[in-house]
């Protein structure tokens, strides 16, 4: 039996039809500013509008080439797999939502390892990967988190951890929680080894990721209108029944708040991870 149903609203159906997100077609109307942009000056323009700077979301490959010299990323092909411990039922059973997931991203999870170099400087890497399954963290994503922070304690090369993700993966349950306390003691290592560990919070960067390693970089930067936070907006005015500030949540808010340490414009960010790099190191 399911765990739960989805209960649809008959008026909100089919309101995303004709829908102008996603970079699909040659015109595209912007999400911010709603000028027409051709969809590949956008992608020639490193997914940024041309007219208000908006910063479209990007895959973890596209982000890849942004940062990372060319040819000198090494991807660790992980071949591990989310168990189904709970026996998880929604619409889709759990296993084959991660096949179905597995099927659309050509990814095997939420989460990419990899090392490479940033100016000539090595830096072990995780990437979340948003789309699938909202870049969730379960029981694997916690793991291949921990395996960076561990193979930069080895090596002793910096840590770089590029978030993307609604939050723990609900299918596992608690287990999907104890990867906050699993992540913290590896990045509880790095610090007693003085091994520099940059966080780059993405749109959107939430829930439990928001809530341990992420926020918790020697230096935590983001890229322009990110949102940032634990819960979302919604639910917390809902929950407090009040309205929120303009601009809540988002990354200009959360740095003058202290939360984060910079904002950087998305063609300003290879050169100033290195600057952080070797400042650190
Ligand atoms: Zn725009």
Redesign the pocket.
């Known amino acids: 039996m399911a765990w739960f149903e989805k209960i649809e609203n008959p008026k909100l159906k089919n309101t995303k039809k004709g829908s102008n997100s996603g970079l699909t077609g040659i015109w595209k109307k ?6 027409i ?1 051709s969809t590949e000056k956008l992608i020639n323009n490193i997914n940024v ?6 910063h479209y979301r990007i895959s973890w490959r596209e982000r890849v080439d942004l940062i990372f010299d060319e040819g000198s990323v090494k991807v660790f092909d992980s071949k591990l797999q989310s168990k189904d411990p709970l026996e998880f039922e929604d619409k889709l059973n759990y296993k084959e939502r991660l096949v179905k997931y597995k099927n659309k991203t050509r990814d095997n999870e939420s989460v990419i390892r990899l090392l490479g170099k940033i100016n000539d400087i090595e830096v072990s890497c995780a990437i979340m990967n948003f789309p699938f399954m909202g870049g969730s963290m379960g029981v694997v994503c916690g793991e291949l988190i921990a395996q960076t922070m561990e193979y930069s304690l080895e090596k002793k090369v910096p840590c770089l951890i590029i978030s993307a993700s609604g939050g723990a993966r609900m299918q596992e349950g608690i287990l999907s929680l104890m990867q906050m306390a699993k992540t913290l003691s590896c990045r509880k290592k790095l610090r007693d080894a003085a091994i520099p560990y940059i966080s780059l919070l993405t749109d959107p960067t939430t829930g439990g990721c928001a809530a341990s390693f992420s926020m918790l970089g020697d230096l935590n930067i983001t890229e322009p209108n990110s949102l940032i936070g634990f819960a979302g907006p919604r639910v917390i005015e809902q929950s407090m029944r009040q309205k929120l500030p303009k601009g809540f949540q988002r990354s200009e808010f959360l740095k003058d708040h202290g939360f984060v340490d910079q904002v950087i414009h998305r063609t300003k960010l290879k050169e100033k991870i290195h600057y952080f790099l070797n400042f650190l190191s």
């Open positions: 912007c999400t911010k500013c709603q000028e942009l509008c041309p007219f208000c700077d908006y």
